[in-house]
């Protein structure tokens, strides 16, 4: 029997999964490794252990579900989270750590670029929003302010670049991941001059550009020996997570949007032309060269309410987070749609879309003397699902959204995926236990093997069976309280400045993945 | 009870108990200067506060302390308050003489009852983990005063009694230490924090039950907290470790690939080149052989 493998190099870890060519799961795993914050803006992972934890993943799953019974390996297929950057030297060796997404060192030039007609007309260009993010961004900053590192730099890769290159000796990146960079233009899928020039390179310190077809080259001989994979085995360049969530959720096509919730959330829609926003809100990410994935990010999801489950939750069971959750959520559905009255703004880590605020905090608002534990639980839960709400219902305005998809640990928790069909008033399909981006990277390979005539083909078969309704009392009580947290998320903006500048001089400054710096061991020279 | 102190050496008391470098009590009625200078000490000392504030400092970081809490300081750490100044107050505390282990930490000696590797672990965790302020931890003033009693009245029994309770404090402060810094809430922080340690020491050869101590869990649900979080086990996560750094330093020209396993926890330069070729299909003399080439 032939199986597809997929690879995601997410945020947190590691996953990899088998599929059959009907796209059933014959096994998965996962592994972790840790994101350092040797600063508090900073948020790095180690390239090495990334490969480390892929190799072993790889190797354990083959050697768990595929070599026992004998299956042979079409097709190994990557995915990956977008925007990090990795600087390596003419030698290949990484030069320094990998810089994530959550990173924020470049929030000066962000700032000042956001605000500039140049910034402007590179968002235009290039569909990613001007924010610390982008390795346009990030890639100026090192030009700038670690200028040894700039002057040994070879290429700047991606995570999955560098993987990909390790495994084959490839240097490559796929349209998605290059299409958050800041620095492809969209329209044209070629990097962008203006672009180019603002964080000082020239596209030969970038990788070769590819299709999200493309095979990537050979495995080298010694993996092909230590996998146990034939030489012939495909390596597919792959896409984002981002867009291959999407995909997976089989929402190719009008009037369809996806919203996906794991510890940062997203909500996004795909089509044939990019989302044009003055604002600056949303980006536009890419697929193939004809296919858009547009949308826009949230930092405030499930990691909030991890965060008050952290404070607030019972852990009758020590370290055992599920369960509080599960106690907490419990407790939540005994108070009614509203809480009561109780709203909450749930920015604790500043916030993206739709506001771009990196100074705004969160607030319970409307407290009153009859409001109890269960309401704040409950209000966390509704405070984080307005700021979803409040994505799609700017996206609303340049798509007719008549259908939803959700996905991820927190979106897929009956619960919330019911208070989401409420808050937008539109049916909300989804499916337990199943990981959307691996599907996509799945219907990917399968379209790429021929198994699907295009990319629309491979979509349609996507079935998500658990439809929730909403309802319509719910919904109006929703709506009522969406206006007050609207209004609140910008009608506070001075405000949220003024905190957050004192928070600055006074308290410790915010990270965006709550541990301790690492101190590291010194090398010896 | 009245003030004391009993010092090695000097009182008689003390004479059965080598390992009690000092012991003793103090009631400050008024402010006082050049008092409390900052001193080092070759043992581990222990103060627990009866009343009052206390301002102090240890290893050069301010502390504030309050009834009921212990201040731990570590040999070799700087201890004292600037100026010398005593502020008003009451307070206990003891100084322990710790043996050295062969791997350089601390380690109470024979007359503790504690096995060996109970021993090692209970000082590899008072070393690593950095905070010299155990709160609201009452159980170690009565110890104490246990031993205070025990120490003047000298019946039957004194000395196993003594040993036992000061065997007792380094139990009680170990997990104190460890609770107070994991509080069985936040995974991904107690995670983080072991992996700080592990890096930190990765020619340490860590087995289960260190690491799991180190967090102030036991080893069944350390393994399965572990396992679930990141989906390996603690052995092969910290394998993984290894293997990451070993690329790191295979990548440098200016270390043999037998210090490089040695620094990174592999106990022979076989076990090392074993273990990363069965992981990365190449030997570390071929994989840097591959990595310095200009291409």
């Known amino acids: 029997m032939k199986s597809i493998?997929?690879?995601?190099?997410?945020?947190?870890?590691?996953?990899?999964?088998?599929?059959?060519?009907?796209?059933?799961?014959?096994?998965?795993?996962?592994?972790?490794?840790?994101?350092?914050?040797?600063?508090p803006d900073m948020s790095e992972q180690d390239p090495e252990q990334i490969f480390i934890t892929t190799l072993y993943l790889l190797k354990n799953l083959l050697n768990e579900y595929i070599h026992p019974k004998k299956h042979k390996v079409a097709c190994i297929c990557f995915s990956a989270s977008m925007h990090s950057v990795l600087a390596v030297d003419k030698n290949g060796n990484p030069l320094g750590y990998a810089i994530t997404w959550a990173d924020n060192r470049a929030k000066k030039e962000a700032e000042e670029l956001r605000h500039s007609a140049l910034g402007k007309s590179l968002y235009a260009a290039t569909g990613t929003p001007?924010?610390?993010?982008?390795?346009?961004?990030?890639?100026?900053?090192?030009?700038?302010?670690?200028?040894?590192?700039?002057?040994?730099?070879?290429?700047?890769?991606?995570?999955?670049?560098?993987?990909?290159?390790?495994?084959?000796?490839?240097?490559?990146?796929?349209?998605?991941?290059?299409?958050?960079?800041?620095?492809?233009?969209?329209?044209?899928?070629?990097?962008?001059?203006?672009?180019?020039?603002?964080?000082?390179?020239?596209?030969?310190?970038?990788?070769?550009?590819?299709?999200?077809?493309?095979?990537?080259?050979?495995?080298?001989?010694?993996?092909?020996?230590?996998?146990?994979?034939?030489?012939?085995?495909?390596?597919?360049?792959?896409?984002?997570?981002?867009?291959?969530?999407?995909?997976?959720?089989?929402?190719?096509?009008?009037?369809?949007?996806?919203?996906?919730?794991?510890?940062?959330?997203?909500?996004?829609?795909?089509?044939?032309?990019?989302?044009?926003?003055?604002?600056?809100?949303?980006?536009?990410?890419?697929?193939?060269?004809?296919?858009?994935?547009?949308?826009?990010?949230?930092?405030?999801?499930?990691?909030?309410?991890?965060?008050?489950?952290?404070?607030?939750?019972?852990?009758a069971n020590p370290y055992d987070m599920e369960n509080s959750m599960q106690q907490l959520i419990e407790?939540?559905?005994?108070?009614?749609?509203?809480?009561?009255?109780?709203?909450?703004?749930?920015y604790l880590l500043g916030e993206r879309a739709p506001i771009w605020n990196a100074d705004a905090r969160g607030a319970y608002f409307g407290l009153n003397i009859k409001h109890e534990r269960k309401h704040f639980v409950r209000a966390t839960i509704e405070g984080i699902l307005y700021e979803i709400y409040s994505i799609g219902k700017t996206l609303g305005e340049q798509r007719n959204i008549k259908s939803l998809s959700v996905n991820g640990t927190f979106g897929t928790i009956p619960f919330w995926t019911q208070m989401i069909a409420d808050m937008f008033n539109r049916p909300v399909h989804t499916r337990q236990r199943s990981h959307s981006v691996s599907i996509g990277a799945f219907l990917l390979s399968a379209t790429e093997m021929g198994i699907y005539k295009s990319l629309d083909d491979a979509a349609r078969t996507v079935e998500l069976p658990d439809v929730y309704k909403p309802d319509k009392q719910h919904h109006a009580i929703y709506a009522a309280y969406y206006n007050i947290f609207e209004k609140l998320s910008t009608k506070l903006f001075d405000e949220f400045k003024a905190i957050a500048t004192l928070q600055q001089e006074h308290g410790h400054p915010i990270k965006n993945i709550p541990s301790k710096p690492i101190t590291r061991k010194k090398q010896k020279l | 009870m009245n003030q004391f102190v009993l010092q090695h050496g000097k009182s008689a008391e003390l004479r059965l108990f080598p390992h009690i470098l000092e012991v003793g009590m103090k009631k400050n009625g008024s402010i006082q200067l050049n008092t409390f200078p900052s001193t080092i000490s070759e043992g581990i000392r222990m103060y627990y506060i009866i009343e009052g504030k206390f301002e102090w400092r240890i290893d050069r970081h301010p502390y504030i302390f309050y009834p009921g809490d212990v201040a731990l300081v570590l040999p070799g750490a700087p201890f004292g308050s600037d100026n010398g100044i005593l502020e008003i107050g009451s307070f206990?505390?003891?100084?322990?003489?710790?043996?050295?282990?062969?791997g350089g930490h601390i380690a109470p000696g024979k007359w503790s009852g504690l096995s060996d590797s109970e021993g090692a672990a209970i000082g590899k965790i008072l070393s690593f983990n950095s905070t010299p302020i155990l709160s609201r931890f009452s159980e170690a003033g009565k110890i104490l005063k246990c031993i205070h009693i025990e120490l003047f009245g000298q019946e039957i029994g004194y000395q196993t009694r003594i040993n036992h309770e000061i065997t007792e404090l380094l139990i009680q402060a170990t997990r104190q230490m460890t609770r107070q810094n994991h509080s069985g809430r936040d995974f991904p922080k107690t995670f983080m924090h072991l992996e700080e340690i592990l890096r930190q020491n990765l020619a340490h050869q860590w087995t289960v039950e260190e690491m799991a101590a180190l967090v102030g869990m036991g080893t069944t649900l350390f393994n399965e907290?572990?396992?679930?979080?990141?989906?390996?086990?603690?052995?092969?996560?910290?394998?993984?470790?290894?293997?990451?750094?070993?690329?790191?330093?295979?990548?440098?020209?200016?270390?043999?690939?037998?210090?490089?396993?040695?620094?990174?926890?592999?106990?022979?330069?076989?076990?090392?080149?074993?273990?990363?070729?069965?992981?990365?299909?190449?030997?570390?003399?071929?994989?840097?052989?591959?990595?310095?080439?200009?291409?």
């Open chain 1, 130 to 315: 001007i924010h610390p993010m982008s390795p346009l961004l990030k890639i100026a900053w090192i030009k700038h302010r670690d200028k040894d590192r700039f002057a040994l730099t070879s290429k700047f890769l991606s995570i999955k670049s560098y993987i990909v290159h390790q495994l084959t000796g490839e240097y490559l990146t796929d349209y998605s991941i290059a299409s958050a960079t800041g620095l492809l233009n969209i329209h044209t899928v070629s990097w962008e001059t203006d672009a180019l020039k603002y964080a000082g390179i020239t596209a030969g310190h970038l990788p070769g550009l590819a299709p999200v077809f493309t095979s990537a080259g050979r495995l080298k001989k010694a993996y092909q020996q230590s996998l146990g994979l034939p030489a012939e085995t495909k390596i597919l360049i792959g896409s984002s997570d981002g867009c291959l969530a999407t995909l997976g959720d089989g929402i190719k096509g009008e009037g369809k949007a996806t919203i996906t919730i794991e510890d940062s959330g997203a909500v996004r829609v795909m089509g044939s032309s990019v989302l044009k926003d003055e604002n600056m809100r949303f980006f536009n990410y890419l697929l193939t060269e004809d296919c858009y994935v547009s949308g826009g990010p949230t930092n405030n999801a499930g990691n909030i309410f991890e965060w008050f489950t952290g404070q607030f939750g019972d852990f």
């Open chain 1, 331 to 346: 407790e939540a559905s005994k108070v009614p749609a509203g809480s009561d009255g109780l709203l909450f703004l749930p």
């Open chain 2, 225 to 295: 907290r572990v396992k679930s979080y990141s989906g390996f086990s603690p052995i092969n996560y910290l394998i993984n470790i290894r293997i990451s750094e070993a690329i790191k330093l295979l990548r440098r020209p200016d270390i043999s690939v037998t210090d490089i396993a040695l620094d990174t926890g592999f106990y022979s330069s076989q076990h090392f080149s074993t273990t990363f070729k069965k992981l990365t299909g190449f030997r570390p003399s071929e994989f840097r052989k591959n990595h310095l080439q200009n291409k």
């Open chain 2, 92 to 102: 206990t505390w003891i100084h322990l003489h710790m043996q050295k282990t062969t």
């Open chain 1, 5 to 39: 493998i997929t690879i995601e190099l997410g945020t947190n870890g590691v996953r990899v999964f088998a599929f059959d060519l009907d796209g059933r799961v014959i096994g998965s795993m996962k592994g972790y490794h840790p994101t350092f914050h040797t600063e």
